[in-house]
Protein backbone atom coordinates (compact mmCIF):
# COMPACT_ATOMS: atom_id res chain seq x y z
CA UNK A 1 0.00 0.00 0.00
CA UNK A 2 2.19 3.34 -0.52
CA UNK A 3 -0.80 5.45 0.79
CA UNK A 4 -0.30 7.59 3.66
CA UNK A 5 0.03 6.05 6.51
CA UNK A 6 -0.43 6.67 10.26
CA UNK A 7 0.91 4.98 13.77
CA UNK A 8 -0.78 4.14 16.20
CA UNK A 9 -4.28 3.94 15.15
CA UNK A 10 -5.77 4.77 18.28
CA UNK A 11 -3.92 6.06 21.50
CA UNK A 12 -5.40 6.16 25.04
CA UNK A 13 -3.77 8.05 27.74
CA UNK A 14 -3.81 9.80 30.78
CA UNK A 15 -4.10 13.47 31.41
CA UNK A 16 -0.60 15.41 31.88
CA UNK A 17 1.15 12.29 29.80
CA UNK A 18 2.68 12.82 26.41
CA UNK A 19 1.83 11.46 23.17
CA UNK A 20 3.51 11.23 20.06
CA UNK A 21 1.98 10.60 16.48
CA UNK A 22 3.80 9.15 12.86
CA UNK A 23 2.91 9.86 9.34
CA UNK A 24 4.11 8.66 6.83
CA UNK A 25 3.40 10.65 3.29
CA UNK A 26 3.28 9.16 0.38
CA UNK A 27 7.01 9.20 -0.79
CA UNK A 28 7.31 11.50 -3.69
CA UNK A 29 5.22 14.27 -1.87
CA UNK A 30 6.85 17.00 -0.43
CA UNK A 31 4.32 18.98 0.90
CA UNK A 32 2.74 17.47 4.74
CA UNK A 33 0.05 18.53 6.82
CA UNK A 34 -1.73 17.71 10.00
CA UNK A 35 -5.18 18.42 10.70
CA UNK A 36 -7.42 17.60 14.37
CA UNK A 37 -10.94 16.07 13.93
CA UNK A 38 -13.85 16.42 16.72
CA UNK A 39 -16.89 14.29 16.52
CA UNK A 40 -19.28 16.12 14.46
CA UNK A 41 -16.79 18.63 13.04
CA UNK A 42 -14.63 18.84 9.88
CA UNK A 43 -11.17 18.65 9.95
CA UNK A 44 -9.21 21.68 11.33
CA UNK A 45 -5.80 22.48 10.21
CA UNK A 46 -2.99 22.32 12.45
CA UNK A 47 0.12 22.85 10.20
CA UNK A 48 1.94 22.45 7.49
CA UNK A 49 5.14 21.48 5.83
CA UNK A 50 6.73 21.70 2.76
CA UNK A 51 10.10 19.45 3.06
CA UNK A 52 11.74 19.95 6.16
CA UNK A 53 10.54 23.31 6.85
CA UNK A 54 7.59 23.94 8.74
CA UNK A 55 5.91 27.07 6.96
CA UNK A 56 2.54 27.25 8.50
CA UNK A 57 1.05 26.87 12.24
CA UNK A 58 -2.49 27.20 13.21
CA UNK A 59 -3.99 29.18 16.29
CA UNK A 60 -5.00 26.02 17.66
CA UNK A 61 -1.69 24.37 17.76
CA UNK A 62 -0.69 25.61 21.23
CA UNK A 63 2.80 25.64 22.57
CA UNK A 64 2.42 22.00 24.18
CA UNK A 65 2.26 20.75 20.32
CA UNK A 66 4.94 20.14 18.29
CA UNK A 67 5.46 18.57 15.08
CA UNK A 68 8.46 18.48 13.37
CA UNK A 69 9.68 16.40 9.78
CA UNK A 70 13.59 16.33 10.25
CA UNK A 71 14.87 14.73 6.73
CA UNK A 72 11.41 15.37 5.10
CA UNK A 73 9.97 12.48 4.90
CA UNK A 74 8.18 11.21 7.56
CA UNK A 75 6.18 13.68 10.16
CA UNK A 76 5.68 13.54 13.95
CA UNK A 77 3.23 15.31 16.41
CA UNK A 78 3.80 15.57 20.04
CA UNK A 79 1.36 16.45 22.46
CA UNK A 80 2.83 17.50 26.20
CA UNK A 81 0.53 17.33 29.30
CA UNK A 82 -2.28 16.18 27.39
CA UNK A 83 -5.56 17.30 28.62
CA UNK A 84 -8.63 15.85 27.73
CA UNK A 85 -9.62 18.40 25.12
CA UNK A 86 -6.70 17.39 23.14
CA UNK A 87 -9.25 13.64 22.54
CA UNK A 88 -10.06 13.39 19.09
CA UNK A 89 -8.94 12.03 15.30
CA UNK A 90 -5.73 13.46 14.30
CA UNK A 91 -5.24 12.93 10.28
CA UNK A 92 -2.08 13.88 8.04
CA UNK A 93 -2.31 14.45 4.70
CA UNK A 94 0.65 14.66 1.99
CA UNK A 95 0.01 16.34 -1.71
CA UNK A 96 2.77 16.85 -4.68
CA UNK A 97 2.66 20.74 -4.14
CA UNK A 98 4.16 21.96 -7.89
CA UNK A 99 1.78 25.05 -8.42
CA UNK A 100 -1.63 24.21 -10.63
CA UNK A 101 -5.02 23.07 -9.40
CA UNK A 102 -4.32 19.33 -9.18
CA UNK A 103 -2.18 19.19 -6.55
CA UNK A 104 -5.14 17.25 -4.34
CA UNK A 105 -4.64 16.20 -0.64
CA UNK A 106 -4.21 12.61 0.27
CA UNK A 107 -5.53 11.64 3.80
CA UNK A 108 -4.20 8.91 6.31
CA UNK A 109 -6.23 7.25 8.78
CA UNK A 110 -6.05 9.13 11.25
CA UNK A 111 -4.92 8.65 15.19
CA UNK A 112 -7.74 8.55 17.55
CA UNK A 113 -6.60 9.93 20.81
CA UNK A 114 -8.45 9.76 23.94
CA UNK A 115 -7.11 11.33 26.60
CA UNK A 116 -8.83 10.15 30.35
CA UNK B 1 -10.66 30.81 0.71
CA UNK B 2 -14.37 31.45 -0.10
CA UNK B 3 -16.76 30.01 2.25
CA UNK B 4 -19.03 27.05 1.52
CA UNK B 5 -23.05 26.18 2.38
CA UNK B 6 -23.93 22.46 1.96
CA UNK B 7 -27.46 20.82 3.61
CA UNK B 8 -26.08 18.90 6.69
CA UNK B 9 -27.95 15.75 5.62
CA UNK B 10 -29.64 14.08 2.55
CA UNK B 11 -31.09 10.30 2.04
CA UNK B 12 -31.12 8.85 -1.23
CA UNK B 13 -32.17 5.53 -2.48
CA UNK B 14 -29.62 2.67 -3.31
CA UNK B 15 -29.15 2.55 -7.20
CA UNK B 16 -30.62 6.01 -7.87
CA UNK B 17 -28.59 9.35 -8.33
CA UNK B 18 -27.30 11.47 -5.47
CA UNK B 19 -26.74 14.83 -6.28
CA UNK B 20 -25.30 17.17 -3.51
CA UNK B 21 -25.91 20.71 -3.61
CA UNK B 22 -23.24 23.01 -2.68
CA UNK B 23 -23.29 27.63 -2.10
CA UNK B 24 -20.06 29.17 -2.84
CA UNK B 25 -21.43 32.47 -3.75
CA UNK B 26 -18.26 34.68 -2.46
CA UNK B 27 -16.28 32.67 -5.07
CA UNK B 28 -13.32 33.87 -6.82
CA UNK B 29 -11.97 34.00 -10.63
CA UNK B 30 -9.16 31.58 -9.45
CA UNK B 31 -10.80 29.48 -6.90
CA UNK B 32 -11.66 25.82 -8.07
CA UNK B 33 -14.02 23.70 -6.34
CA UNK B 34 -13.13 20.40 -4.51
CA UNK B 35 -14.90 17.55 -3.22
CA UNK B 36 -14.06 15.93 -0.11
CA UNK B 37 -15.53 12.61 1.68
CA UNK B 38 -15.29 10.82 4.08
CA UNK B 39 -16.30 7.39 5.30
CA UNK B 40 -16.94 6.89 9.04
CA UNK B 41 -13.53 6.48 10.84
CA UNK B 42 -11.61 6.99 8.09
CA UNK B 43 -9.87 9.84 6.55
CA UNK B 44 -11.26 12.36 3.75
CA UNK B 45 -10.69 10.90 0.33
CA UNK B 46 -10.63 13.55 -2.96
CA UNK B 47 -13.07 12.71 -5.39
CA UNK B 48 -13.32 15.97 -7.41
CA UNK B 49 -12.52 19.41 -8.33
CA UNK B 50 -13.34 21.79 -11.15
CA UNK B 51 -12.92 25.36 -12.12
CA UNK B 52 -15.88 26.59 -14.45
CA UNK B 53 -16.73 23.71 -16.76
CA UNK B 54 -18.62 20.15 -15.39
CA UNK B 55 -16.25 17.82 -14.50
CA UNK B 56 -16.63 13.74 -14.58
CA UNK B 57 -14.21 10.79 -13.22
CA UNK B 58 -14.93 7.53 -12.47
CA UNK B 59 -15.92 8.43 -9.15
CA UNK B 60 -18.42 11.25 -9.77
CA UNK B 61 -19.67 13.88 -11.86
CA UNK B 62 -19.42 17.89 -10.96
CA UNK B 63 -21.77 20.31 -12.27
CA UNK B 64 -20.79 24.23 -11.89
CA UNK B 65 -23.63 27.09 -12.76
CA UNK B 66 -22.25 29.71 -15.18
CA UNK B 67 -21.89 31.83 -12.44
CA UNK B 68 -19.73 29.57 -10.15
CA UNK B 69 -21.77 30.55 -7.21
CA UNK B 70 -23.14 26.85 -6.76
CA UNK B 71 -22.01 23.86 -7.75
CA UNK B 72 -23.40 20.02 -7.53
CA UNK B 73 -21.87 16.73 -7.01
CA UNK B 74 -23.51 13.46 -8.93
CA UNK B 75 -22.93 10.28 -7.85
CA UNK B 76 -24.82 8.52 -10.82
CA UNK B 77 -25.60 5.32 -9.09
CA UNK B 78 -25.30 5.57 -5.44
CA UNK B 79 -24.41 2.17 -3.29
CA UNK B 80 -24.43 1.80 -0.12
CA UNK B 81 -20.67 2.22 0.71
CA UNK B 82 -21.32 6.33 -0.92
CA UNK B 83 -22.61 7.00 2.41
CA UNK B 84 -20.33 9.41 3.99
CA UNK B 85 -19.83 12.88 4.93
CA UNK B 86 -18.99 14.82 1.65
CA UNK B 87 -17.58 18.25 1.99
CA UNK B 88 -17.58 21.37 -0.56
CA UNK B 89 -14.55 23.13 -0.38
CA UNK B 90 -13.20 26.32 -2.54
CA UNK B 91 -9.39 26.95 -2.70
CA UNK B 92 -7.09 28.99 -4.81
CA UNK B 93 -4.41 26.72 -6.99
CA UNK B 94 -0.98 25.88 -5.23
CA UNK B 95 1.52 28.80 -5.12
CA UNK B 96 1.87 28.60 -2.00
CA UNK B 97 0.30 25.99 0.38
CA UNK B 98 -3.07 24.61 0.20
CA UNK B 99 -4.06 25.04 3.66
CA UNK B 100 -7.92 22.80 3.38
CA UNK B 101 -10.85 24.65 5.21
CA UNK B 102 -13.52 21.75 5.78
CA UNK B 103 -17.29 22.88 6.83
CA UNK B 104 -19.82 20.64 8.53
CA UNK B 105 -20.43 18.66 5.53
CA UNK B 106 -23.45 17.29 3.83
CA UNK B 107 -23.90 13.62 5.64
CA UNK B 108 -25.45 11.42 3.17
CA UNK B 109 -27.05 8.44 3.61
CA UNK B 110 -27.59 5.67 1.11
CA UNK B 111 -30.94 3.71 2.02
CA UNK B 112 -31.39 0.15 0.60
Known amino acids: DTGVSQDPRHKITKRGQNVTFRCDPI?????LYWYRQTLGQGPEFLTY????????KSRLLSDRFSAERPKGSFSTLEIQRTEQGDSAMYLC??????????????FGPGTRLTVL | DAKTTQPPSMDCAEGRAANLPCNHSTISGNEYVYWYRQIHSQGPQYIIHGLKNNETNEMASLIITEDRKSSTLILPHATLRDTAVYYCIVRAPSGGYQKVTFGIGTKLQVIP
Open chain 1, 49 to 56: FQNEAQLE
Open chain 1, 93 to 106: ASSLGAGGSGSEQF
Open chain 1, 27 to 31: SEHNR
